[in-house]
């Protein structure tokens, strides 16, 4: 390598790590740098918790299986890499989502995903919550805000205080466990959904300040380019963006190493800013900049020694383990046991299933016509003791989860299960506190970055936001620099 150019090194190849190299390559190009960009990959294999399994008629997708459209990043980074016309959303004619509460499958309204509620007349008319809970949840606009200055609050508490025991257990508690499998009374509203607690203290109320947000909505023009749909995904799915990131970074010289993570990073023996990362195989490399974007207890690992206090406060960012399993099923057999996409479980009801899709109905292209795919969920803060069984075990409590729930007794035609241990990062209480402290802590470390779900957004599209960032701060820090200190 030349010692003109710059050498970037980023650790992880799921879709922090590969939009992030991604990235750095635009910026390259965008301000004329010149840059070499090296991926590291423990596993044989990239796109970490983003798997797609395509078989025949058949796509079953091992980790998400869709990315939000409110947040822009996934969109417009499928657009760039000329995805467009793969773009699917969810399929109209099913749009309804239920909760099992009380014994039976009870419908949400359209829009308590993304915390607004379109038709309050179904909150009512469902029973997800008795008379009282509903004035409790309507009173809301008027109950005050709290006098209390918190520096963080839990989700749990947060809820409950504005709008009452009964909706947080039957409507929000669901919600909040599908997207970060954890337990309400844990994670923190400042790291999760801090909108809420602006909302709360700028209009003294939740609802209140979403009908505004809404009403100024419906008056700005709309964006262009933005999808109708709240959810969207790849028509082969989602392992299609990798294959597409994959090979766009390999056209552009990047070097795409699998089979060997890395042990540690320290600084050259000859102090000059650079790095020296060690490779589990024995390899070393020499970088200007490092980009970390591995699970935060691995992360941990790698810099221990140069930063151990920052080790430490990565280490107290807790994980927790989950499993999908997919099911494909006769149609005709399982019909008139399912409507809608599928269903959430409240913790309330303790039972094993978190939820589950009718993937069938809600995406086009998955299965076969006459075959249905169902995508169930379990495991969990609190609940991954499930994740001890074997895979022929989970799946049959998973269908006597359906049996009770939907009424489902023909046996699947086919499984698969994935599991994901220790693949959910969990933003409990203090997260934004001890992301301040890293951040602080790792100034005299200039182009060694930390990135990927466990700190910022677990969600694609804010692993992608991040790659982005991380890629402009380089391409700052290089900038400023006359030249590169070379190998």
Excluded at 331 to 348: N, S
Excluded at 406 to 425: A, F, L, S
Aim: aromatic share 8%.
């Amino acid at each position: 390598m030349p010692s003109s150019t710059y050498h970037v090194v980023i650790i992880g190849g799921g879709i922090s790590g590969l939009a992030a190299a991604f990235f750095v390559m635009e910026e390259a190009e965008k301000h004329q740098l010149a840059l070499q960009c090296t991926v590291v990959e423990r596993d044989a294999r990239w796109g970490g918790k983003i798997l797609t399994n395509r078989q025949q008629d058949l796509l079953i997708e091992g980790g998400p299986d869709s990315f939000l459209t409110s947040k822009p990043w996934a969109l417009a980074l499928c657009r760039t890499l000329g995805l467009e016309d793969q773009l699917i959303p969810t399929n109209t004619e099913n749009n309804h989502t239920f909760s099992f509460c009380h014994g039976a499958l009870r419908e949400l309204p359209q829009g308590l995903l993304a915390f607004r509620p379109q038709r309050v007349d179904t909150l009512v008319s469902s029973g997800l919550l008795s008379w009282g809970g509903l004035l409790r949840m309507g009173a809301e606009r008027v109950w005050p805000k709290s006098s209390a200055r918190f520096s963080d609050e839990s989700l749990g508490s947060f809820f409950r205080r504005r709008f009452g025991a009964e909706a947080f257990d039957y409507l929000i508690e669901p919600l909040v466990a599908g997207i970060y499998a954890g337990d309400a009374d844990e994670l923190s509203i400042e790291a999760t959904f801090p909108r809420f607690r602006e909302l709360e203290a700028q209009y003294g109320s939740v609802i209140k300040g979403m009908r505004t947000a809404q009403a100024t909505a419906k008056i700005a023009p709309k964006a262009p380019g933005v999808s109708p749909s709240l959810f969207m995904t790849l028509r082969n799915g989602l392992g299609h963006l990798i294959e597409v990131l994959v090979n766009t970074l390999t056209d552009r010289g990047v070097q795409l190493l699998t089979g060997s993570g890395c042990r540690e990073v320290q600084p050259t023996a000859s102090n000059d800013g650079r790095y020296q990362v060690s490779l589990d195989n024995q390899d070393l490399l020499t970088a200007d900049a490092v980009v970390l974007t591995t699970p935060t207890y691995q992360t941990a690992q790698m810099i221990r020694t140069i930063q151990p206090e920052v080790a430490n406060l990565l280490d107290m960012i807790p994980y927790t383990s989950t499993a999908t399993i997919s099911m494909t099923y006769p149609t005709e057999a399982i019909a008139k046991h399912i409507r809608g996409f599928g269903f959430v479980v409240p913790r309330k009801e303790q039972r094993e299933l978190l939820a589950a899709t009718w993937t069938s109905l809600k995406w086009p292209y998955r299965s076969q016509k006459g075959e249905t795919l169902i995508r169930c969920y379990v495991g969990g803060r609190g609940r991954e003791h499930i994740l001890e069984y074997d895979d022929r075990k989970i799946v049959e409590s998973v269908r006597q989860e359906l049996q009770g729930i939907v009424g489902i007794t023909t046996p699947p035609t086919y499984t698969e299960v994935h599991r994901w241990i220790r693949g959910m990062p969990q933003y409990v209480i203090g997260h934004q506190a001890r992301l301040a402290s890293i951040k602080e802590l790792m100034r005299p470390w200039p182009n060694l970055h930390m990135s990927g779900a466990g700190l910022y957004g677990i969600g694609i599209p804010d692993c992608i936001r991040e790659g982005s960032r991380v890629a402009e701060n380089l391409a700052q820090s290089f900038l400023q620099n006359s030249k590169p200190t070379g190998p």
